[in-house]
């Protein structure tokens, strides 16, 4: 069906029936979404920024999470659009001394506030100086200090942070309610692990890329890592909700381009990122947790591990994973992350486009190549001209081969299930309203028959190169062949040089049969009007008369019409060796 507004990005929302929606974002800003290829209708609730172009999307308990590096985080439930909304910062607190008096010893104190998705920034921190260091007040005396503060509106509890540096504070206490004042008489202890956060995770950030790795919603800024609770609080990026965030890369000139769940060199699951960088190539980095347990309390601290090579990326909708491999497109090339044969506990980087090399480099605007895993094929779109993708390649992982190239593109790749069961391959246009499917069950380009053509090498009549055969007939024997297919042979002839030397079409090898659906005692032809069962011939042979002298051949076989289909099984040449002398143009004076 037709969208309202050309397609910027699409995505896959599974209810808890099992029934698949498939969502879109148009070029208005607005979503919709379509059940089995229906009508698109509206999703309200909210609505996306016309500059953001690239989407990443995650779904974890029924919530499908979108983010596209512009909005904040925006949920979708089924039935709307909800969007974070972050809180206010907490104003500085003020601090009254009970028993102590004003000294020459600094306590810092900071407050944050939390909602039921994640914590604001410290406020400015007040300084409440005492006689006595704190580990050395009494509370039994009664010495304490009472630290208060405004609320903040949708505040559902507060965070207490604690230093004797305002460069240095740490988690002192949580509220567990929206009370306003926190008496602190020096029995609770510092969480060293805990730091004021200088992010806010209330409303949740603009995130570049979204994944789910280990039963956590990570997300990426510019600069950082986030990562979210589990199980209720998979929605939440407070460390008090299990979440958290840390600048990895802050300050290197680097940028975060995508996040997915992958593993690391023992097996073992991991949040991977890929990192881009000014030459366009980046690196890996990984991060695992360590546990720590303070008190009765466990905290997870994140552990980066950057691995070695040229494994970042510039396309963060091009990262595919498929077949145990991470294929990675970035300025040089496109990579593979995988373990190495035969090595143990190693995550290795290899290059697959080496064949295909010149004709990559050439690409332009890398950063928006897609793609995607479907049918034992990488599929990747990329832009030959710089005016949107306009061409696909493939690689295929069981040949370990490349297909070069389809003169079409997308935007973005996107494989469904209806409720029929069928997984489709669709395809998001550059501009256009209607999403197109590629499968070897359509024939030809919206209506329109496919050019496809395979060419043989060069091949020199005899191992003496500057010998002459006699061709009289060249043989091509085709699988199931429908449409017309041309045959055509080219070659080196002794005076007009490289040429083709004659192109013959081959038409379908059609057949049709019918018996009557009658018992056999009643048998008889046409007595009913039972439907001809339409098949092609297994195998089809032709020969093509040439009778030319030539020192070199070569086939290609090509076919352009709707309805055309053929498999290459043989190619053959047949004739005999020829005495002649060199030609004259080959003689250097």
């Known amino acids: 069906s037709v969208l309202p507004s050309n397609f910027v990005s699409t995505a896959k929302y599974i209810r808890s029936d099992g029934t698949q929606e498939l969502l879109a974002i148009g070029a208005d800003g607005k979503g919709y979404k379509s059940t089995d290829g229906g009508a698109w209708t509206e999703i309200t609730g909210a609505t996306f920024s016309t500059t953001a172009v690239r989407y990443s999307c995650s779904q974890a308990e029924n919530v499908l999470f979108i983010a596209n590096g512009v909005d904040r985080l925006t949920r979708y439930d089924g039935s709307t659009f909800i969007r974070y909304t972050p809180l206010s910062t907490p104003s500085a607190p003020s601090g009254a001394r009970n028993v102590l008096t004003a000294g020459s010893y600094a306590n810092y104190y900071a407050i944050t506030a939390l909602n039921d998705i994640g914590e604001t920034v410290g406020s400015a921190s007040v300084n409440v100086t005492t006689n006595k260091r704190r580990n050395e007040w009494d509370s039994t005396a009664s010495e304490y200090l009472t630290i208060s503060w405004s609320a903040v509106t949708g505040a559902v509890r507060y965070q207490v942070y604690y230093g004797e540096s305002p460069d240095l504070l740490n988690l002192l206490a949580d509220t567990m309610t929206a009370v306003t004042t926190y008496k602190d008489d020096a029995t609770a202890g510092v969480n060293p692990y805990s730091k004021l956060p200088t992010d806010d995770s209330t409303g949740a950030p603009a995130f570049r890329a979204l994944c789910i790795s280990d039963a956590r919603l990570w997300g990426i800024t510019t600069d950082s890592v986030w990562w979210s609770g589990v199980g209720d609080y998979v929605s939440r990026f407070g460390a008090s909700y299990g979440g958290g965030y840390e600048p990895i890369i802050r300050g290197t000139g680097e940028t975060f381009e995508w996040v997915g769940h992958f593993r690391d060199g023992k097996g073992n699951n991991v949040a991977t990122t890929l990192v881009r960088d000014k030459e366009g190539v980046g690196s890996a980095i990984q991060i695992s947790f360590t546990a720590f347990t303070v008190a009765t309390t ?51 980087t290899d290059e697959l486009s080496g064949n295909i090399r010149p004709s990559y480099r050439a690409l332009r605007n890398k950063e928006n190549i897609a793609g995607i895993w479907y049918d034992s094929k990488v599929f990747f779109s990329a832009s030959e001209g710089g005016n949107g993708n306009d061409i696909v390649f493939i690689y295929d992982t069981e040949l370990r081969e490349w297909v070069w190239k389809w003169t ?34 359509i024939k030809g380009d919206s209506g329109t028959g496919f050019y496809q053509a395979w060419m043989s090498g060069l091949i020199p009549v005899s191992s003496r190169a500057e010998a002459f055969a006699l061709v009289k007939n060249a043989l091509i024997e085709l699988g199931r062949p429908e449409g017309i297919i041309y045959f055509e042979i080219l070659g080196v002839e002794k005076d007009r040089g490289f040429a083709s030397l004659g192109t013959a079409p081959i038409e379908d090898a059609i057949s049709s049969t019918d018996f009557t659906n009658g018992l056999f005692s009643e048998y008889m032809f046409g007595e009913d009007e039972a439907i001809p069962e339409v098949y092609a011939s297994a195998s089809t042979k032709r020969v093509k008369r040439m009778k030319k002298t030539i020192n070199a051949i070569q086939f290609r076989v090509w076919a352009d019409s709707l309805d055309a289909v053929f498999t290459i099984i043989k190619l053959s040449a047949s004739g005999t060796m020829k005495k002649t002398k060199i030609p004259r143009k080959w003689i250097i004076k």
């Open 298 to 348: 466990t905290f997870f601290v994140p552990t980066p591990t950057r691995l070695p090579g040229p494994m970042g990326t510039v396309a963060p909708n091009g990262v595919v994973e498929a077949v145990d491999s991470l294929f990675i497109p970035n300025e040089r090339g496109i990579f593979a992350l995988n373990n190495k044969a035969n090595i143990q506990n190693i995550l290795s």
């Open 408 to 441: 079409i593109g997308f935007r973005q790749f996107i494989e469904v299930t209806n409720s029929d069961g069928v997984s489709r391959l669709l395809g998001v246009p550059n501009s256009g309203t209607k999403l197109l499917e590629i499968s070897e069950r």
